[in-house]
């Protein structure tokens, strides 16, 4: 599938992607610069209770991520694959879809913390480099220390500075960011495609 020398994943539920995961692709773009940067909807993540957004809508909602450069794409191989979502498995299809590409993983502080209680963490890091958006102020010396740890694993962490962004998907999702705010947080395409699926409006 080409000849990319370097490919930055980056993956989650996106049910919805705001503006915050704008800001951490972008911050992440401009680290690594990679040749492709391949966005990756969870078909149903190991870590979180399945999104009730079918994988279709979440994956047309991304299409705002192609906004940011020409070497975004969006993939919707986790979501045709059924079940849940392993991201070793997706690194997997990578290494064989680009041979010899340096291959990057974006993700988030929260999940560097807690890294080691991935399934199969330490193939990940032989596999890929990890590029950390800093989250919160006042993590950066517990960042620190998970990245040192990861590095003595044989592991590689760069930072990647994006700033924290005052909202999450679920604050969309709960009302908590209620609907007249949704054009602040929300890129336009996830704007148009939440208003004409109704999404977020009528949840139990």
């Known amino acids: 599938m080409g000849a990319a020398k370097k490919v930055l994943l980056y993956g989650g539920t996106f049910d919805p992607p705001h503006n915050g995961h704008m800001n951490n692709l972008r911050a992440a773009l401009t680290c690594v610069r990679p040749d492709k940067a391949i966005v990756m909807p969870a078909g149903i993540p190991p870590h979180k209770k399945a999104s009730t957004t079918p994988g279709d809508v979440r994956l047309a909602m991304c299409q705002c991520f192609t906004a940011l450069s020409p070497v975004v794409e ?35 502080s929260d999940m560097l913390l807690t890294f080691t209680a991935w399934y199969r963490w330490r193939d990940m890091l032989s596999m890929a480099a990890l590029v950390v958006e800093s989250r919160e102020a006042g993590d950066e010396p517990a960042l620190q220390a998970a990245a040192a740890a990861l590095t003595a694993e044989g592991g590689r962490v760069l930072f990647a500075r994006a700033e924290a962004y005052p909202c999450a998907s679920s604050d969309i999702r709960s009302g908590r960011i209620p609907p007249e705010r949704w054009p602040e947080v929300l890129p336009p395409e996830t704007l148009r495609v939440v208003q004409e699926k109704h999404l977020y409006r009528q949840r139990p």
């Open 74 to 108: 969006v993939s919707d191989w986790e979501i045709r694959q059924g079940g849940r979502s392993y991201t070793v498995h997706t690194l997997e299809m990578l290494c064989e879809a680009y041979p010899g590409a340096e291959l990057y993983l974006c993700v988030g």
